[in-house]
């Protein structure tokens, strides 16, 4: 029996794997059922979409930069089994107010006054759901696991969580408004039924006072955690791809619909493709590497995804023009066109690069770290990650407010993946300092 069979079937295991599933679908479900609908029903230009789709982004990752500092305290601080219960209880709160937004979306009902105001609200809150769930899904696992399963349920839990990000997509693409409202609360009372199955996992070291203060217990945790050099680099390098990554996925829905003119399925098939390949990436480091954690691939991860978004960028920017958004085309119309498939491959490519860039990089927050410390290293990669993360935001809207179309974007994207590289160098070179020192 592998490692993978025996942890999958392991109650240890299971249920956090599960439940984490279920957040990822759920997520991913609501917030692309509510920007497919905005850009596709609601807006008609490229900039009012992608602005929109930049201030949902920033909406959802602005709490991770607030408040991952207390979320790491308290994971390291109680029991994280019974933080995972009550987090999953308020998911079923956000989502009806969530699914009332989408309600009222599809009945036409004060869609700017009140519909949208609800839906960004709930985004709000999932952002804070998940700023406090992130740091308990890592921390529990070298509590749970044994060293050396340690890596091989990292990339489970990185490799399941974007196959769910690839069905909530799927679903968010193709199921009506209405139908999503219903599904984001059904979705959030199963989460809580698996988390509550999780074992406990109390806290490992001594139990301190919480400080609510975020902004000083932010810094002093960054300052802190910085302090070993292969986390430091490794943070780095993580959000280095997180803000590349954003300004994906803000531009994809625009880039879908008005420079390919394919439908709101086309653009969810993107995301879609995208998952799949972070989760292909992911399993294939984690058999490259056989359980070891290391970065000797992460700087070629990373410069075969540049290249592959040059490629990408050069497929759209090829692509032929169409008569306009009356015609967009659906699924099938769109594979059958002659640059489809490269475009397509290009896309793949990217995000298989991008997962064996980044699921090792996880793995030595949690393996180079005390124990009782996961929690608020995790935490503190929170921080700078949705500060990097914010910043490809405001970067996105900058280059948009500046002119430059969606196609062209993609290339400072690429040239980003050139400093992701130099900072995976480093990490190597000091992970080797470190083993003959």
Known sequence: MTTTTQLIRARRFLPLFVTQLLGAFNDNLFKNAMILYVVYEVYHSEAQEARFSALASAIFIIPFFLLSALSGQLADMRDKARLIRIIKACEIGIMLVGGAGLVL??????????AIPL?????????????????????????????????????????????????????AGWISVQAAAVAVVAVAALGFLAGSKVPPAPPLGKVEALDFHVIRSSVVLVRTTMQDRRVFLAICAISFFWAIGTVLFIQFPPLAKNILMASKQVASLFLVIFSVGVAIGSMVIN????????????????????ACLVAFQQVCALW????????????????????AIPLLLTLLGIAICGGMFVVPLYAFLTTFVDKSQTARTVAANNIVNSGAMVMGAVVTEAMTMAGLPVVRQLLVVALSCGASAWLGYLLFRAERAALTA
Not at 320 to 339: C, I, K, R, S
Request: proline share 7%.
């Open 105 to 114: 979306a599809w009945q036409g009902v004060a869609l700017h006054a009140l």
């Open 320 to 339: 032929p023009p169409h008569n306009g958004p009356e015609d967009l085309m659906d699924v099938a119309t769109f594979v059958v066109q002659p640059l």
């Open 287 to 306: 058999a490259m590497l056989k359980g070891t954690v290391s970065a000797r691939w992460s700087p070629i991860s990373v410069i075969g995804m540049g």
């Open 119 to 171: 839906m960004l609200a709930a985004l709000f809150a999932m952002g804070i759901h998940s700023t406090f769930f992130g740091p308990i899904k890592y921390a529990i696992l070298p509590q749970h696991l044994q060293r050396g399963e340690v890596l091989g349920g990292t990339g489970l839990v990185e490799a399941g969580t974007y196959l769910a990000v690839l069905a909530g997509t799927i679903v």
